[in-house]
């Protein structure tokens, strides 16, 4: 049983294409969170909701729109993509917004090329 | 806020040998530390964390981590490695309290030779 699921693995697309991830947890949690990782693995917060709610959004593009239609899901769209979207995303999911005492628990990633 | 420096990038070590991954952090408020490990094609998981109490923090598969706070260090030991460690380790850090948000390192990729 995958707890926190990622799809597509992998997208390849074209600039100035729209796309779109999703992510699914069967863990019960309250609180999902999307991350970027880099080309040099640097792994930085975009977006966190609780209960549905965007608790945390980070200086990120207003082209990149985080929506939860429930609890269980959080899905990332972005506009107009571009090369430097380039990266990893992971989304991970936590019981709680506390990182000391809600482990967060990582999807497998989806690793996003833009040509 | 809070920053995290993993000082390598990449360490080699041969199986069976010990094996530190060092970690300094900043930060003007007390901390939470942790570190999370990262399989080849896989998300990251929680090896261990540092809450508060004890420095000497133990934690899977035979990894323990030290709070030095006078040195703002939160290095990663393991005593005796194995291929199956060949990894991506991150350090990560959040202010203690009601803090939402982890910062990451930018990673230490231990590659453990046979």
């Known amino acids: 049983d995958t707890a926190v699921s990622q799809t597509p693995k992998y997208l390849v697309t074209q600039m100035g294409n729209d796309k779109s991830i999703k992510c699914e947890q069967n863990l019960g949690h309250d609180t999902m969170y999307w991350y970027k990782q880099d080309s040099k693995k640097f792994l930085k917060i975009m977006f966190s909701y609780n209960n549905k709610e965007l608790i945390i959004n980070e200086t990120v593009p207003n082209r990149f729109s985080p929506k939860s239609p429930d609890k269980a899901h959080l899905n990332l769209h972005i506009n107009s993509l571009e090369l430097g979207d380039s990266a990893v995303y992971f989304c991970?999911?936590?019981?709680?917004?506390?990182?000391?005492?809600?482990?967060?628990?990582f999807g497998p990633g989806t690793r996003l090329t833009v040509l | 806020a809070q920053s995290v420096t993993q000082l390598d990038s990449q360490v080699p070590v041969f199986e069976e040998a010990p094996v530190e991954l060092r970690c300094n952090y900043s930060s003007s408020v007390s901390v939470y530390l942790f570190w999370y490990v990262q399989y080849p094609n896989q998300g990251l998981q929680l090896l261990l964390k540092y809450l508060s109490g004890s420095t000497l923090v133990k934690g899977i598969n035979g990894f323990e981590a030290e709070f030095n706070k006078s040195q703002t260090s939160f290095h990663l030991r393991k005593p005796s490695v194995h291929i199956s460690d060949t990894a991506e380790y991150f350090c990560a850090v959040t202010a203690s309290g009601s803090a939402r948000q982890l910062t990451f390192g930018s990673g230490t990729q231990l590659t453990v030779l046979p």
């Open positions: 991970a999911s936590s019981q709680g917004l506390s990182p000391g005492t809600d482990t967060q628990y």
